[in-house]
């Protein structure tokens, strides 16, 4: 595609439930990060993926929060037990290699009432 | 200390003004520095990407690198209201894939 994907652009969830954040990277780019937003800060880093495997997911908050790319394309967050806290925009980003600059999509805007 | 500090303003100047904005670090690991733009409800998007310290042109668009003080800058020239947004400064370790941002200047060029 054009660019990065993000699906849903908006979520609103209760405290407790299970929520999927999708993201379609820009075709051929190998590497794939999330990032958290809060509200009046910069992104910060949750884990990279470089093909299928998280090579890299030591910014997850907590065991609450798993994703997975299992063919090495689109890439799903997923977080267990949301809690009010995790009310954030999460940002995915991809990029051709080690180093590259990141493409990011428009986020997933997380509401946990 | 958070390792990149940048002041989140807001910051507002007329139309056709020179903009400055800045990011000190802490982190002298530092090698990869990156200007990223921000409209509302939008993701990041990539202005300038510099290794090394001194400057980069591009347009209207100039970033400064100074490893020797930790000190990045992203100036603009004849601000337009268009380049109303928030600017985030970001930063990387060589080998390292996690990208430090600062937490964004919001930037308003009026009319």
């Known amino acids: 595609g054009a660019g990065v994907s993000q699906t849903p652009s908006n979520k609103v969830t209760e405290k407790g439930k299970y929520v999927e954040l999708r993201c379609d990277p820009i075709?051929?780019?190998?590497?794939l990060y999330w990032y958290r937003q809060s509200l009046g800060q910069g992104p910060e880093f949750l884990i990279y993926f470089q093909g299928t495997g998280a090579a890299d997911d030591s910014g997850l908050p907590n065991d609450r929060f798993f994703a997975v790319r299992p063919e090495g394309s689109v890439s799903t967050l997923k977080i267990q037990r949301t809690e009010r806290g995790d009310s954030a925009v999460y940002l995915c980003a991809s990029g051709t290699n080690q180093g590259s600059p990141l493409h990011f999509g428009n986020g997933t805007r997380l509401t946990v009432t | 200390q958070k390792e990149v500090e940048q002041d989140p303003g807001p910051l507002s100047v007329p139309e056709g003004a020179i903009v400055s904005l800045n990011c000190t670090y802490s982190n002298s690991a530092f090698q990869y520095f990156m200007w990223y733009r921000q409209y509302s409800r939008k993701g990041p998007e990539l202005l300038m990407y510099?290794?090394?310290?001194g400057n980069k042109e591009d347009g209207r668009f100039t970033a400064q690198v100074d490893k020797s003080s930790k000190y990045i800058s992203l100036f603009i020239r004849d601000s337009q209201p268009s380049d109303s947004a928030t600017y985030l400064c970001?930063?990387?370790?060589?080998?390292?894939?996690?990208?430090?941002f600062g937490k964004g200047t919001k930037l308003t060029v009026n009319p």
């Open positions: 970001a930063m990387y370790v060589g080998g390292s894939e996690k990208l430090v």
């Open positions: 510099t290794y090394s310290s």
């Open positions: 075709s051929g780019h190998t590497a």
